[in-house]
């Protein structure tokens, strides 16, 4: 993860959930096929409006389970232990639906996640979480 990543990461206890979608060298890329990136950032921009921080950043290195998209817990989600929470492969619409739903009733720490949404979780690897301020 480069320098300028690092330092526009957001503050621990942000006031909501801050959403980070991927779009390095493999997430929002041809590599990923039959997947318009830029509807699914746009949608998921849309959606959540006034609930989330939707940003995005070059690449999380997590190459092999590209479209990556990290949900960072709000303040209060935090405090009642929520964690960012990693989902790869979400490379289908009804993922990104079933994402936006579950930060909109709270996200990481306020409510379950759908079931269906523990297909995509994953943990990075152990170096790329060591590169990561919230994590």
């Known amino acids: 993860m480069s320098n300028r990543a690092r330092r526009t990461a957001p503050a621990t206890g942000a006031a909501r959930p801050t959403v980070t979608v991927c779009r390095g060298c493999c997430c929002g890329t041809p590599k990923v096929p039959g997947l318009d990136h830029t509807a699914q950032l746009r949608a998921l921009r849309q959606a959540l409006d006034g609930t989330a921080t939707v940003r995005v950043t070059d690449c999380l290195d997590a190459c092999e389970r590209a479209n990556v998209i990290v949900v960072q817990p709000s303040a209060e989600g935090r405090e009642k232990g929520g964690r960012p929470v990693w989902l790869g492969l979400v ?23 759908p079931g269906i949404l523990d297909l995509y979780a994953f943990r990075p690897s152990r170096r790329v979480r060591g590169e990561l301020h919230d994590t």
């Not at 993922?95 to 996200?107: L, S």
């Open 91 to 113: 490379n289908e619409p009804d993922a990104t639906t079933d994402i936006t739903a579950w930060i909109k009733d709270g996200g990481p720490g306020l409510a379950d996640p």
